[in-house]
């Protein structure tokens, strides 16, 4: 069953507005990366958060990793129309011995300008 | 950085038919990961190699899908006898190795449609 869930799945703010999206994990997991595809595009890496509780920013960016290591988010502040796409989170889940790279369904985000 | 590459982009063919899909990782990346992804879905994972060893394939996947990746450069997926559901876009992705997981760069896809 699905282990990395991603609310909400689309999103549709005006330009400007600021918005926090979540993923939240069925297991703890050793770290969780975020990645962002744009329309038509492949994933591309955002970021990597390893440590309980850790915040990292880029620029209007801000990704938390929970203190359980089960949850994590992503607040986008003053949205812009380059901040379209899909965003990701992926977490690394233990399976059979190895660990494999688990990613959620996306958050669409859209921006009305 | 020539990035990871794909060929083809794009995949027409009909239900039965077999095809192969290659991905060239960035040259000093010793992982190589195949994704499948659907409309709405994040991708999802098939097989992975390091180097030219195979450590991991999903359990979701049949045997019809069959990778290698034989002097642990370029990779291959195969899918033999296709079916309707195989049609998505399968993805790959390489990393480095090294202390704790590293980021994945990934190609552009091979989109595949099914008649």
């Known amino acids: 069953g699905q282990q990395v869930m991603q609310i909400p799945q689309y999103q549709h703010v005006q330009e400007g507005e600021d918005f926090t999206t979540y993923c939240n994990s069925s297991?703890?997991?050793?770290?969780i990366q975020w990645y962002k595809q744009r329309p038509g595009g492949h994933p591309v890496f955002l970021i990597q958060l390893v440590k309980s509780g850790e915040v990292k920013k880029q620029k209007r960016l801000t990704f938390q990793f929970g203190e359980a290591k089960k949850n994590s988010s992503l607040h986008i502040t003053a949205t812009q129309t380059t901040d379209v796409g899909t965003y990701f989170c992926a977490g690394y889940i233990s399976v059979g011995g190895s660990e494999k790279l688990v990613f959620g369904k996306g958050m669409k985000l859209t921006v009305n300008p | 950085d020539t990035g990871v590459s794909q060929d083809p982009r794009h995949k027409i063919t009909k239900r039965g038919q077999n095809v192969t899909f290659r991905c060239d990782p960035i040259s000093e990346h010793n992982r190589l990961y195949w994704y499948r992804q659907t409309l709405g879905q994040g991708p999802e994972f098939l097989t992975y190699f390091q180097n030219e060893a195979q450590l991991e394939k999903s359990r979701l996947l049949s045997d019809r899908f069959s990778a290698e990746r034989p002097k642990g450069s370029f990779s291959t997926l195969e899918i033999q006898r296709t079916e309707q559901g195989d049609s998505a876009m399968y993805l790959c992705?390489?990393?480095?190795?090294?202390?704790?997981?590293?980021?994945?760069?990934f190609g552009d896809g091979t989109r595949l449609s099914i008649l």
């Open positions: 297991t703890t997991l050793s770290n």
């Open positions: 992705a390489s990393s480095l190795t090294g202390e704790g997981n590293q980021p994945q760069h």
